[in-house]
T-cell receptor
Framework: AQKITQTQPGMFVQEKEAVTLDCTYD???????LFWYKQPSSGEMIFLIY??????QNATEGRYSLNFQKARKSANLVISASQLGDSAMYFC?????????????FGKGTTLSVSS | EAGVTQFPSHSVIEKGQTVTLRCDPI?????LYWYRRVMGKEIKFLLH????????ESGMPNNRFLAERTGGTYSTLKVQPAELEDSGVYFC??????????????FGPGTRLTVT
């Protein structure tokens, strides 16, 4: 069965430090996509980064990078140089058959708190 | 370009009443999704429209939930009659194929439904 696991309910980091948010997934489909979304206290879901199962290189978007380890089925989000505005809940999600418009499966989320 | 919008942002109703949530996707997006997050749990998929057709409604919890998408534009999700366990945040998302970010889903701000 498809599943996303985020084992860290909460993470704390100081400004300017890097932080890694863990995500493991389970699927039998060789074709899938992995996503990270940020949900600040205002409630909207903001897309951060995407990794396709066939992508050879780890995805990067500005200060966000995805540490994709296919054999371990992990897709950890790395935020470099944390900022106060990074404080939010972060969701890892997966979609099977990544070329199709199928639904996302989400993890429970990790709350990140950035302090000055 | 306007993002996904949802109305209302918050609704408080009594058990047994009816509530209708509305979602306006990004213009031109054929795919529209409804998700729900119950307090402390994962965001769960409810259903997926492609244009005006229901592509996948496997996540709909029961027949008290009715979703429609008129003319392939906006969508409504009606809960009738509402029960206490229906409380949560209902998210709408839309997507369209684009190279590099296949079917990336853009989320609305959510409707927080409270059933008392």
């Amino acid at each position: 069965a498809q599943k996303i696991t985020q084992t860290q309910p909460g993470m704390f980091v100081q400004e300017k430090e890097a932080v890694t948010l863990d995500c493991t997934y389970d699927t039998s489909d060789p074709s899938y996509g992995l996503f990270w979304y940020k949900q600040p206290s205002s409630g909207e879901m903001i897309f951060l980064i995407y990794q396709g199962s066939y992508d050879q290189q780890n995805a990067t978007e500005g200060r966000y990078s995805l540490n994709f380890q296919k054999a371990r089925k992990s897709a950890n989000l790395v935020i470099s140089a944390s900022q106060l505005g990074d404080s939010a809940m972060y969701f890892c999600a997966m979609r099977e058959d990544y070329q199709a418009g199928t639904a996302l499966i989400f993890g429970k989320g990790t709350t990140l708190s950035v302090s000055s | 370009e306007a993002g996904v919008t949802q109305f209302p942002s918050h609704s408080v109703i009594e058990k047994g009443q009816t509530v209708t949530l509305r979602c306006d996707p990004i213009s031109g997006h054929d795919n529209l999704y409804w998700y729900r997050r119950v307090m402390g749990k994962e965001i769960k998929f409810l259903l997926h429209f492609v244009k005006e057709s229901k592509q996948d409604e496997s996540g709909m919890p029961n027949n008290r939930f009715l979703a429609e998408r008129t003319g392939g534009t906006y969508s409504t999700l009606k809960v009738q009659p509402a029960e206490l366990e229906d409380s949560g945040v209902y998210f709408c998302a839309s997507s369209q194929f684009s190279a590099g970010h296949p079917y990336e889903q853009y989320f609305g701000p959510g409707t927080r439904l409270t059933v008392t």
